[in-house]
């Protein structure tokens, strides 16, 4: 195995996987079908249901925006995945317009954080939530999506995890932001 293909999750809906799926709202763009269960699984070829209703890819990578600062405070605050407290987890999966691809490194660092104050904005909500973010744009097959973005939290704070979101789908970041689909799960079965 090498080591690109240990950074590649599946994420895979169906009838089977630890995650039971509670909702699924097609935000922006088309929707995914509907399942009851989610599995994440590492390792890109490895297939555990036979039909899944989707299946999707990211890797994860190297940060892109992120100042020496913020690197060192976001280090210091977020939690782990997989904290037995956080029963609840949210899969949000994103695609940007094309001219948010078009731009270069310093003007999406200036519309992220600058002017979307996304890093400040979910700083706030550490060590609350867990986040992992996964890329797709890169992978040799095409996806649907740019980016997972993967949640975990406790019962109790799924209203902070909604009041976060809102805050940064008002963001000019989210301008930019054409397909969306929000997936909500409790687990079921320990990992
Ligand atoms: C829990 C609090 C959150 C924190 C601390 C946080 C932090 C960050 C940071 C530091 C980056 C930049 C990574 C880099 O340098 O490449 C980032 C990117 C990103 N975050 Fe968040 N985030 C949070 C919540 C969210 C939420 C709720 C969403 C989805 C609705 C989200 C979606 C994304 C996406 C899609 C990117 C990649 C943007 C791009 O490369 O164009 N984040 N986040």
Redesign the pocket.
Known sequence: MTVTSQRVFNFTAGEQGPWQIQSTTNVAGSPLPGASRLEVTANRRERTQSVPAWRLQGITSN????TRA?KIA?ATR?PELGRSSATCAAL?A?R?QPA?WQLTQDE?RAI?EEQSN??AI??R??PT?A?R?YHCRDLADAQPFD?I?W?EFAPQDTNAFDE??TA?RRSVEWHFVEREVDIRMVQVDTI
């Not at 940060?63 to 992120?66: E, F, G, H, K, L």
């Open positions: 940060d892109r925006y992120v913020e976001l977020q949000i994103l940007k948010w999406r992220l996304h890093i979910g700083m909500y550490l939530i986040r973010l980016f973005t949640f976060l979101l940064l």
